[in-house]
């Protein structure tokens, strides 16, 4: 598998080494050790998420205070999606950047997202089904929700008919006003065992 830095900071994309022959295909999706080594963070899984969608279905954006924080896996088991991860960690050298993978379900490419950082997918097909592995339990009130249709973070999300949110989401405040709410680059560096002083970049 190829494990690549993206252009937020302490997001990888893993793309799959996939072994087809005439039964299907086979393919590792991740290997927590190679992971870590890239990283530099440890990533113990305690939940699993399952999420279906519609088409034109837009979820997020959702991240999360810290503590308790919370690092995801994202995965696209089934039908396509426009994934973004966004920088929410205020101070961050990337705050407020986001970058874009297409998810399907036969590529099987992931996307490992830090704790601090906010996530969002469209669905660009029908039955679209997506795994998240998360590295903590989900703790009511320690939600973080920014509006996906942000024009200040002017995220890349084709034109076409009007997507389909939840209340909650629809409802999320814009970036600039949930400052109050995001946790500090401060605060992640420390849960990723790192200091200012030895942050030097995108490992």
């Avoid at 995965?75 to 101070?91: E, F, I, K, M, P």
């Amino acid at each position: 598998m190829d494990i690549t830095a993206m252009a937020v900071r302490d997001a990888y994309r893993i793309t799959p080494r996939r072994l087809p022959d005439r039964r299907g295909e086979f393919f590792e999706a991740v290997r927590r050790e190679a992971l870590e080594a890239v990283t530099g963070q440890p990533f113990v899984v305690r939940q699993v998420n399952y999420s279906v969608s519609r088409r034109h279905t837009l979820r997020g954006i959702h991240g999360t205070t810290l503590p308790p924080g919370q690092a995801k896996l994202v995965t696209c088991v089934s039908g396509a999606v426009l994934d973004v991860v966004v920088d929410l960690r205020a101070g961050s050298p990337t705050f407020g950047r986001f970058d874009v993978t297409r998810q399907d379900g036969e590529s099987g490419i992931s996307v490992y997202l830090a704790d601090g950082l906010g996530h969002a997918f469209l669905a660009l097909t029908d039955d679209v089904r997506m795994a998240y592995l998360c590295s903590e339990e989900y703790v009511p009130g320690t939600m973080v929700d920014i509006d996906a249709l942000d024009p200040d973070l002017a995220l890349p999300w084709p034109r076409g008919p009007e997507v389909i949110r939840s209340a909650k989401d629809a409802a999320a405040p814009r970036l600039a006003d949930a400052l109050h709410r995001l946790p500090t680059y401060e605060q992640c560096l420390a849960a990723y065992g790192r200091t200012p002083a030895r942050d030097g970049g995108q490992r």
